[in-house]
């Protein structure tokens, strides 16, 4: 690990200020991703801003009808928060899963849609119930948020605050977990809010994406039935040791009916 | 409470109160005066000529003592990594055997070769210094399959090894074997891999090297399974230090599985570095360097061949295969797939003639040598794997076949056509016990049941046998072994008769201080917590070849049993003495020797408490002391066997396999510690169910990469990938050793990927599969589903 500089600000304005201040500085969230990377010393910031001194970044609430997450809020705690499970099922499935122990009592989902890894179970949920993700400077829709591998919106110093989720009828991450690290191989969240569907995919390509077609399907019959004529194009997927993109077309389909199913029978 | 704790019980791992408490001391843990820290620069190319490799960044980082390549070591005369067994090839001409420089020079010839050595004050300074290191690369063009290898116009690893071939090996009958493929009424045919593992033991290496200007003494802190071997190999042939001027120290090594058996070069050059330097240097291995420096294992590429009779019968056995060395012979790399895989193609069965041909290749990866199991798994994946495609194309239950050919328990001992003679052993046993416990006959049933979920269910069976306790020294020097590999045991018996052992195996999580501790409390009557072991220190343990092949029981265990027998017969010695008593009338029993027929007797306590204090001994036959040194040199291998049934459940929408049952019957000899057995076999099992499903070390073809080259990507079996084991045994005794163990440290190994795959394959039976090759992976299982289903749709 090369040598910092470590910061603890205890307010998000402080933290913005000192990511301005100097160069070379980044935030520090659950430090999952980028502790690892610093001691690889594939990361070297001269700054760490450590947002973990910051009140009320994490947690989580109601705000009307929106499901409200602090970007700080660690996977362990959203999975098991009692509001979640009893508004958003899903998504506190979806953070139990993600990982091991260790791993989700330090990873936030602030850290997660930041960081945008493309096989990240997160990114499929903000990115299928069309939650807005609140900064200190503005709200962006989750449609322009994930650019593309380990890109975002995001501006170099703007600090994620919180995640806000509009409630579905009915929703469902079914993930395919890459045998070797545990992450998404093949991810498909469902979400299903009056006649809408949106469908979003994880694992599969250089970055989360709406899946159009099985969208469409989904519109017309909310039915795992449905998709079974539908079939994914294989050739903008990714292929790598553990799944070539015939295989990861597969399990986009498999995981898609299966979610469909879950979220038809939530339990 | 003091209690004598034997051989049958099952105390708790005495070593465990250390190792769960946080308190081990791990060559990582320790640290010297002045110590300094070490860190490699290694290839980024497979194959390519170091044109120059330029130090003076590196150098002028502050806190940077000094960067070493592979010229300075060569300038300074330091010798190759040797081989500690080489072999012959058909034409009676030794192995091809190129030197195996510690840092490379002239040339790199896989990605990790280690090209400089950056030595700082602290580990970041060493670090940002090697990233400094320029090395101007000439890249050539590299290979990383065995088949390609070998083809004409191959890249060339060494100009004077032609073809990569480092050695063209074969054992057997070829014309016994040919004739009686002439006659026969099937062949039963295949072509499989077996896949390249690394090891990954949860402690990575490590190695501190100290050098004291005052008395000339080296001392080395490796993370090792045979100190003394490193002393003999390191000292005498790489950096020509004498025996006695370096004591070699492996402390609490945190899991070996074989990775840690091999004198490495990063041992040699912290040493070197520490007399350079003249203090400790310390380097500890980074994970995903160890990926690419500790030696590899398995990586086969085979044809076998299988001629039966009519009855089903076998006749003879026909194997090619292609072994991958990797870029540098690793010490014991030629050996395991010649010597130890071709004896064990027997298996269990009578085949009246073998015959296999071993082609050991270089290419542009990391060295390859022993992995738990080292050649004998291999050797009964291809064995098994021919019997099940037999019995299913001759249309004979994959079982009865077995049972047509085994060995029968009366046979025994039983000559094999490969070298070996087993001395004991009941397969016939083993198998029809398994066949119960994994309720076979209620298989079709559950079977009707998964495929009613659109599920396949399949069943698998794997026989094994394998040859352990390394080694009988007279054979193994006719096979090649360039030592004898006996093991010795010092009981020391103090004033107190508290017992401390000495004993030259090395415990890396097997539980030694626990099952030789038990050996003591039985033999000599001592409390089990009166026991202690001492071991992995060249300066306190007299000589011993360490810890692999399980031998460590075997051998090592041997040589305690004789040594206790010395200690009774000196304590009978002093009990005559001081009871004044005929010798012969001395009898030891339960900690207590008496005269027989009388009620005069004196404790084991006593008796070691007056042994040091004599006034009146007759010295020329009775000396004061009560320490016994024995060593032991095997007569025969032992071989522990089995029968391990499978269960597996495929999904074929995603081509996932779960296993559902695995029931295993094994044959270890006597057991000492039924838990550690248990526990031997457990994971044993699992490591071999990672060999079948998960694990794969892969290149790319083209740059010699390493694509699985951390745990993101290279898959190690995990708790929840397991069913619970259902595990017996059925011992038969060795006839040959002490106390009729045969070992059991590799058998879970050897027995599970042939019975997983064997279960896959019958899973996949509807669609007229007949071989999966390893690992099992979902992609791979669901392309397999995917092009039978075409090709059955087709037909
Ligand atoms: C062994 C292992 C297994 C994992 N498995 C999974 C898995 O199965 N599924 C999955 O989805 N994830 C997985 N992860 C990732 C993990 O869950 C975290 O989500 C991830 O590491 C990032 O979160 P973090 O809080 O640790 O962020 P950090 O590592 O602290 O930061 C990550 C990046 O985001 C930036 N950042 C952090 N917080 C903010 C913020 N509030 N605003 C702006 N930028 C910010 C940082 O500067 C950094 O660049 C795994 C990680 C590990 C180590």
């Given at each position: 690990?090369?040598?910092?500089?470590?910061?603890?600000?205890?307010?998000?304005?402080?933290?913005?200020?000192?990511?301005?201040?100097?160069?070379?500085?980044?935030?520090?969230?659950?430090?999952?991703?980028?502790?690892?990377?610093?001691?690889?010393?594939?990361?070297?910031?001269?700054?760490?801003?450590?947002?973990?001194?910051?009140?009320?970044?994490?947690?989580?609430?109601?705000?009307?009808?929106?499901?409200?997450?602090?970007?700080?809020?660690?996977?362990?705690?959203?999975?098991?928060?009692?509001?979640?499970?009893?508004?958003?099922?899903?998504?506190?499935?979806?953070?139990?899963?993600?990982?091991?122990?260790?791993?989700?009592?330090?990873?936030?989902?602030?850290?997660?849609?930041?960081?945008?890894?493309?096989?990240?179970?997160?990114?499929?949920?903000?990115?299928?119930?069309?939650?807005?993700?609140?900064?200190?400077?503005?709200?962006?829709?989750?449609?322009?948020?994930?650019?593309?591998?380990?890109?975002?919106?995001?501006?170099?110093?703007?600090?994620?605050?919180?995640?806000?989720?509009?409630?579905?009828?009915?929703?469902?991450?079914?993930?395919?977990?890459?045998?070797?690290?545990?992450?998404?191989?093949?991810?498909?969240?469902?979400?299903?809010?009056?006649?809408?569907?949106?469908?979003?995919?994880?694992?599969?390509?250089?970055?989360?994406?709406?899946?159009?077609?099985?969208?469409?399907?989904?519109?017309?019959?909310?039915?795992?039935?449905?998709?079974?004529?539908?079939?994914?194009?294989?050739?903008?997927?990714?292929?790598?040791?553990?799944?070539?993109?015939?295989?990861?077309?597969?399990?986009?389909?498999?995981?898609?009916?299966?979610?469909?199913?879950?979220?038809?029978?939530?339990? | 409470?003091?209690?004598?704790?034997?051989?049958?019980?099952?105390?708790?791992?005495?070593?465990?109160?250390?190792?769960?408490?946080?308190?081990?001391?791990?060559?990582?843990?320790?640290?010297?005066?002045?110590?300094?820290?070490g860190v490699f620069h290694r290839s980024e190319h497979a194959h390519a000529i170091l044109k120059s490799v330029d130090v003076s960044a590196a150098l002028a980082v502050p806190g940077v003592r000094a960067v070493f390549t592979g010229e300075d070591m060569k300038a300074d005369n330091v010798g190759?990594?040797?081989?500690?067994?080489?072999?012959?090839?058909?034409?009676?001409?030794?192995?091809?055997?190129?030197?195996?420089?510690?840092?490379?020079?002239?040339?790199?010839?896989?990605?990790?070769?280690?090209?400089?050595?950056?030595?700082?004050?602290?580990?970041?300074?060493?670090?940002?210094?090697?990233?400094?290191?320029?090395?101007?690369?000439?890249?050539?063009?590299?290979?990383?399959?065995?088949?390609?290898?070998?083809?004409?116009?191959?890249?060339?690893?060494?100009?004077?090894?032609?073809?990569?071939?480092?050695?063209?090996?074969?054992?057997?009958?070829?014309?016994?074997?040919?004739?009686?493929?002439?006659?026969?009424?099937?062949?039963?045919?295949?072509?499989?891999?077996?896949?390249?593992?690394?090891?990954?033991?949860?402690?990575?290496?490590?190695?501190?090297?100290?050098?004291?200007?005052?008395?000339?003494?080296?001392?080395?802190?490796?993370?090792?399974?045979?100190?003394?071997?490193?002393?003999?190999?390191?000292?005498?042939?790489?950096?020509?230090?004498?025996?006695?001027?370096?004591?070699?120290?492996?402390?609490?090594?945190?899991?070996?599985?074989?990775?840690?058996?091999?004198?490495?070069?990063?041992?040699?050059?912290?040493?070197w570095a520490a007399g350079r330097l003249g203090g400790a240097v310390k380097w500890v291995c980074q994970r995903s360097e160890g990926f690419v420096s500790d030696a590899h294992g398995r990586d086969h590429v085979t044809e076998a061949e299988l001629a039966l009779d009519e009855a089903g019968k076998?006749?003879?056995?026909?194997?090619?295969?292609?072994?991958?060395?990797?870029?540098?012979?690793?010490?014991?790399?030629?050996?395991?797939?010649?010597?130890?895989?071709?004896?064990?193609?027997?298996?269990?069965?009578?085949?009246?003639?073998?015959?296999?041909?071993?082609?050991?290749?270089?290419?542009?990866?990391?060295?390859?040598?022993?992995?738990?199991?080292?050649?004998?798994?291999?050797?009964?994946?291809?064995?098994?794997?021919?019997?099940?495609?037999?019995?299913?194309?001759?249309?004979?239950?994959?079982?009865?076949?077995?049972?047509?050919?085994?060995?029968?328990?009366?046979?025994?001992?039983?000559?094999?056509?490969?070298?070996?003679?087993?001395?004991?052993?009941?397969?016939?046993?083993?198998?029809?016990?398994?066949?119960?416990?994994?309720?076979?006959?209620?298989?079709?049933?559950?079977?009707?049941?998964?495929?009613?979920?659109?599920?396949?269910?399949?069943?698998?069976?794997?026989?094994?046998?394998?040859?352990?306790?390394?080694?009988?020294?007279?054979?193994?020097?006719?096979?090649?072994?360039?030592?004898?590999?006996?093991?010795?045991?010092?009981?020391?018996?103090?004033?107190?008769?508290?017992?401390?052992?000495?004993?030259?195996?090395?415990?890396?999580?097997?539980?030694?201080?626990?099952?030789?501790?038990?050996?003591?409390?039985?033999?000599?009557?001592?409390?089990?917590?009166?026991?202690?072991?001492?071991?992995?220190?060249?300066?306190?343990?007299?000589?011993?070849?360490?810890?692999?092949?399980?031998?460590?029981?075997?051998?090592?265990?041997?040589?305690?049993?004789?040594?206790?027998?010395?200690?009774?017969?000196?304590?009978?010695?002093?009990?005559?003495?001081?009871?004044?008593?005929?010798?012969?009338?001395?009898?030891?029993?339960?900690?207590?020797?008496?005269?027989?027929?009388?009620?005069?007797?004196?404790?084991?306590?006593?008796?070691?408490?007056?042994?040091?204090?004599?006034?009146?001994?007759?010295?020329?036959?009775?000396?004061?002391?009560?320490?016994?040194?024995?060593?032991?040199?095997?007569?025969?291998?032992?071989?522990?066997?089995?029968?391990?049934?499978?269960?597996?459940?495929?999904?074929?929408?995603?081509?996932?396999?779960?296993?559902?049952?695995?029931?295993?019957?094994?044959?270890?000899?006597?057991?000492?510690?039924?838990?550690?057995?248990?526990g031997q076999l457990h994971g044993g099992i699992a490591q071999g169910i990672g060999q079948a499903l998960f694990e794969h070390g892969v290149y790319d073809q083209t740059s010699g990469q390493l694509l699985s080259g951390s745990f993101m990507d290279y898959c190690m079996p995990r708790a929840d990938?397991?069913?619970?084991?259902?595990?017996?045994?059925?011992?038969?005794?060795?006839?040959?050793?002490?106390?009729?163990?045969?070992?059991?440290?590799?058998?879970?190994?050897?027995?599970?990927?042939?019975?997983?795959?064997?279960?896959?394959?019958?899973?996949?039976?509807?669609?007229?599969?007949?071989?999966?090759?390893?690992?099992?992976?979902?992609?791979?299982?669901?392309?397999?589903?995917?092009?039978?289903?075409?090709?059955?749709?087709?037909?």
């Open positions: 690990m090369k040598p910092f500089a470590y910061h603890k600000p205890d307010s998000v304005s402080a933290a913005v200020a000192l990511l301005a201040a100097h160069a070379n500085a980044v935030p520090l969230a659950g430090g999952m991703t980028l502790v690892p990377t610093m001691k690889q010393r594939l990361a070297g910031p001269d700054h760490i801003v450590d947002l973990s001194g910051i009140a009320g970044l994490s947690g989580v609430s109601m705000d009307g009808g929106t499901l409200v997450i602090g970007a700080s809020t660690r996977h362990a705690d959203v999975a098991s928060s009692e509001l979640v499970l009893a508004k958003l099922p899903a998504l506190a499935r979806l953070a139990g899963r993600i990982g091991d122990q260790q791993v989700r009592h330090r990873g936030t989902i602030g850290g997660s849609i930041a960081n945008n890894d493309p096989a990240a179970d997160y990114p499929a949920a903000v990115l299928a119930l069309g939650a807005d993700i609140v900064t200190d400077r503005r709200s962006i829709r989750a449609d322009d948020f994930f650019i593309d591998m380990f890109e975002t919106a995001l501006e170099p110093g703007e600090i994620v605050t919180s995640v806000r989720f509009p409630l579905p009828d009915a929703a469902a991450y079914c993930k395919f977990a890459n045998p070797a690290s545990r992450y998404a191989l093949a991810g498909v969240f469902v979400a299903k809010t009056g006649d809408a569907v949106r469908v979003a995919v994880t694992g599969a390509a250089s970055a989360v994406f709406r899946a159009g077609d099985i969208e469409t399907a989904l519109s017309e019959s909310f039915e795992p039935s449905a998709l079974e004529r539908i079939s994914i194009d294989a050739s903008g997927l990714m292929a790598d040791i553990h799944a070539d993109s015939e295989y990861r077309a597969q399990l986009v389909m498999v995981m898609a009916r299966r979610a469909v199913a879950m979220a038809l029978s939530p339990g | 409470m003091s209690e004598v704790i034997g051989i049958g019980s099952s105390p708790k791992r005495k070593e465990d109160a250390r190792f769960v408490r946080g308190r081990g001391n791990y060559v990582a843990d320790i640290k010297r005066p002045n110590m300094l820290v190759g990594l040797p081989v500690g067994w080489g072999i012959k090839g058909k034409d009676g001409e030794p192995m091809k055997e190129p030197p195996h420089p510690p840092m490379a020079h002239g040339k790199v010839r896989y990605v990790g070769d280690a090209i400089a050595f950056v030595v700082a004050e602290t580990e970041e300074q060493a670090q940002a210094a090697s990233e400094l290191v320029v090395v101007d690369y000439e890249v050539l063009p590299a290979v990383v399959g065995l088949v390609d290898a070998l083809k004409p116009g191959a890249p060339a690893i060494y100009d004077e090894v032609e073809n990569n071939l480092c050695c063209d090996w074969h054992l057997g009958d070829a014309p016994a074997v040919e004739a009686a493929f002439r006659s026969a009424a099937h062949v039963a045919s295949i072509e499989l891999v077996n896949n390249r593992l690394i090891g990954n033991p949860l402690e990575p290496r490590a190695a501190i090297g100290e050098y004291d200007f005052a008395t000339g003494q080296y001392t080395l802190w490796t993370t090792s399974q045979f100190p003394h071997v490193v002393r003999l190999l390191m000292g005498e042939m790489v950096l020509h230090i004498p025996q006695h001027k370096l004591r070699v120290v492996a402390p609490d090594v945190g899991g070996g599985f074989g990775v840690k058996q091999f004198h490495y070069a990063e041992e040699a050059v912290v040493t076998f006749l003879a056995m026909r194997v090619k295969t292609l072994a991958n060395m990797g870029a540098y012979l690793s010490t014991f790399g030629p050996n395991i797939p010649t010597n130890l895989y071709a004896p064990l193609l027997s298996g269990v069965y009578v085949i009246p003639s073998i015959y296999c041909e071993v082609k050991c290749v270089f290419t542009n990866t990391v060295p390859v040598d022993a992995y738990r199991g080292a050649g004998r798994p291999e050797a009964t994946f291809v064995v098994e794997r021919l019997v099940d495609l037999a019995a299913r194309e001759m249309g004979i239950d994959k079982i009865e076949i077995r049972k047509r050919n085994m060995i029968s328990r009366e046979s025994y001992p039983y000559q094999t056509p490969v070298l070996v003679e087993y001395d004991s052993g009941d397969p016939r046993g083993c198998l029809d016990r398994a066949e119960v416990l994994a309720d076979v006959a209620g298989f079709e049933a559950r079977r009707a049941e998964a495929a009613s979920r659109g599920k396949y269910l399949g069943l698998g069976i794997s026989t094994y046998v394998e040859a352990c306790g390394l080694a009988p020294s007279r054979l193994a020097g006719q096979l090649g072994a360039r030592g004898g590999l006996y093991e010795s045991a010092t009981v020391r018996v103090h004033p107190s008769g508290v017992v401390t052992v000495l004993i030259g195996t090395h415990n890396h999580g097997q539980g030694h201080e626990t099952t030789f501790a038990q050996i003591v409390s039985d033999h000599l009557g001592v409390p089990f917590e009166d026991v202690s072991i001492v071991c992995g220190d060249t300066d306190r343990v007299q000589f011993g070849m360490g810890t692999y092949g399980s031998r460590s029981l075997v051998v090592g265990g041997a040589a305690l049993a004789k040594a206790n027998d010395k200690v009774i017969l000196k304590g009978r010695k002093i009990a005559a003495h001081q009871l004044e008593a005929a010798l012969d009338d001395i009898i030891f029993e339960k900690g207590e020797f008496s005269v027989a027929g009388t009620d005069r007797k004196k404790s084991f306590v006593e008796i070691a408490g007056s042994a040091y204090v004599p006034f009146d001994y007759p010295l020329e036959t009775l000396e004061p002391g009560l320490e016994e040194q024995a060593f032991y040199d095997p007569v025969n291998f032992t071989y522990p066997g089995g029968a391990h049934f499978a269960e597996v459940e495929i999904d074929p929408e995603t081509g996932v396999v779960t296993i559902m049952r695995y029931t295993a019957v094994d044959d270890v000899g006597t057991v000492i510690n039924p838990m550690i057995v248990h990938n397991l069913p619970n084991f259902l595990l017996e045994q059925h011992s038969t005794t060795c006839t040959h050793t002490p106390m009729g163990v045969k070992g059991c440290g590799e058998c879970g190994t050897i027995g599970s990927p042939a019975a997983i795959i064997s279960a896959v394959v019958d899973a996949l039976k509807p669609l007229g599969v007949s071989h999966v090759d390893m690992p099992a992976t979902p992609n791979h299982i669901w392309n397999i589903i995917r092009s039978s289903s075409a090709r059955l749709a087709a037909e």
